[in-house]
């Protein structure tokens, strides 16, 4: 499994779009990346994954660099509730291995 | 479906006491794991299993034990608690170990302290 780099925090304004990166430059052909996010005092939970192509979900998107050496996921519009830290992972299977993830602040 | 029940939510314990944490799941899972998460830090992989009687070590596996007698059940035994696994414990479960079946389901979460 391929290790990640993302940022230790970033700032959003609320009702603005949030793109968090992560490199993952080492990552294999069969590597899935994969978006979690953990809000204060809580269990992490699922956000978006994905192989090659770009992925949307209800929650946000998820854009694969073509060489998928790096990787965005994209908030389209924050909120307050989107204060959390998020895990950018990437794996071939599901034992999936946390980082240290980026903690988003959101401003009113 | 109730997803992934964790018990209890807070124990306190003296060095040297073992306990067991119970994690319970609903959904016909066949992947689960116990992840330890200190505070500030990310979550470590602690053991995992791909199905009933198959358990395997994650990250930090030393100071515990796993089994997986049934799908719905995965318990995660102390067996002479130490003040290093003072931690928040979470359990997880999804439906396979392919990274293509996607969502891996938390518990939420049991917090444990050793004196």
């Known amino acids: 499994d391929a290790k990640t780099t993302q940022p230790n925090s970033m700032e959003s304004n609320e009702e603005e779009p949030v793109h968090l990166p992560c490199n993952h430059s080492?990552?294999?052909?069969?590597?899935?990346i994969h978006w979690y996010r953990q809000l204060p005092s809580q269990g992490p939970e699922y956000v978006i994954h994905?192989?090659?192509s770009n992925v949307n979900n209800r929650m946000a998107s998820l854009a694969i660099a073509e060489d998928r050496k790096s990787s965005t996921l994209i908030l389209h519009r924050a909120t307050l509730r989107d204060a959390a830290v998020y895990y950018c992972i990437s794996a071939n299977t599901g034992k999936l291995i946390f980082g240290q993830g980026t903690t988003l602040q959101v401003k009113p | 479906n109730a997803g992934v029940t964790q018990t209890p939510k807070f124990q306190v314990l003296k060095t040297g006491q073992s306990m067991t944490l119970q994690c319970a799941q609903d959904?016909?899972?066949?992947?689960m794991s116990w992840y330890r998460q200190d505070p500030g830090m990310g979550l470590r992989l602690i053991h995992y299993?791909?199905?009933?009687?198959?358990?395997d070590q994650g990250e930090v596996p030393n100071g515990y034990n796993v089994s997986r007698s049934t799908t719905e059940d995965f318990p995660l035994r102390l067996l002479s608690a130490a003040p290093s696994q003072t931690s928040v414990y979470f359990c997880a479960s999804s439906l396979g170990l392919a990274a293509h079946t996607g969502e891996l389901f938390f518990g939420e979460g049991s917090r444990l302290t050793v004196l």
């Open positions: 080492t990552i294999s052909g069969t590597d899935y």
């Open positions: 299993s791909v199905g009933a009687g198959i358990t």
């Open positions: 959904m016909n899972h066949e992947y």
């Open positions: 994905g192989l090659t």
